[in-house]
């Protein structure tokens, strides 16, 4: 359901990535990253969401008055590949369209810091996404964080599990920071301005 035939729904913005302090700085984690500014914008701290294994900030973006929308983000706790259940619990809670779900996460198919906003879709081997469609389906929005290929023979799980690169991260604040911009165009003016604005 598009957020324009009802916009008492609210949004659900899933920033995906692994609990803890040793994933922080992972690339694997940047939609954990994204999701915290959000929570920094909208004035929030995560707390734990009752029985599900997850972190929520409820709060409110856009133009003061009609014209902003309800969102929760959340970080699930449940590692990657568990990411499904959590949100599931969530979106049954909050009473929460599949189509005002949006997972943002990390893609290896596009160079680093470039940004795709879409409608569905497949998973392309990402485990948070594999968990989450296998629970909701797939007909959910994804912002997806370019973090390119590895080098040489590095393995894929190596990879994506490893911290951003001291040159990538001299430009990590920007593109998290575009990509939290990405989120709030789409929850508030719908994907086809937002992808118009930051598919890069």
Known sequence: MDVTTDPGAPWLIVGLGNPGP?????RHNVGFMV???LAGRVGGKFKR???AQAQVVEG???PPGPG???VVLVKPMSYMNLSGGPVTALRDFYKVPVGNVVAV???LDIDYGTLRLKLGGGDNGHNGLKSITKALGSDYHRARFG???PPGRMQVADFVLKD????ERKELDYFVDRAADAVECLVIDGLERAQGTYNS
């Open 22 to 26: 040793e994933y922080a700085m992972n």
């Open 35 to 37: 999701v915290d500014l």
């Open 49 to 51: 969401a009752g029985k």
């Open 60 to 62: 409110r973006i856009g």
């Open 68 to 70: 902003s929308r309800r």
């Open 105 to 107: 996460h990390d893609e």
């Open 147 to 149: 973090i390119g290929r």
């Open 164 to 167: 951003f690169s001291s040159a």
